[in-house]
């Protein structure tokens, strides 16, 4: 259906890039470990990457929930998704600055598992 091409399609564009750039990549690696370590230019760089991961996951939570995407597509990018928000310090920074751009339900949705993370500090 189109909305499960479109579904992968944004879910697999924020991978696509850091495919095709080992700048990228080296930057989300100091990203996801260090997240108030990494320069400011490097930083927004990575805050970019996590909303389009965001975005991509908001989309499909949307399309689940109208059941226009397969259970397993859905399973599959939450589980990974979840697992990050949960365990990658990037994503406590990127969501402690950026939550407010994403509209409820999903942002209750990700702050349960942000909130999960060892990095999440309660602001």
Not at 19 to 27: G, N, R, V
Request: hydrophobic content about 35%.
């Amino acid at each position: 259906s189109q909305s499960h091409y479109n579904a992968l399609e944004a879910a697999q564009r924020p991978f696509e890039l850091t495919l095709a750039s080992d700048t990228l990549a080296m930057e989300l690696h100091l990203c996801d470990q260090e997240p108030f370590a990494a320069p400011e230019a490097t930083w927004e760089r990575c805050s970019i990457y996590y909303f389009m991961q965001a975005n991509g996951w908001e989309y499909t939570y949307l399309q689940h929930q109208e059941e226009a995407v397969p259970t397993s597509l859905w399973d599959g990018l939450d589980g990974y998704m979840g697992s990050q928000a949960m365990s990658n310090p990037g994503w406590v920074r990127f969501w402690e600055e950026t939550a407010l751009g994403f509209g409820e339900p999903f942002r209750s949705y990700i702050d349960e598992r942000v909130r999960q993370n060892p990095a999440y500090r309660g602001k």
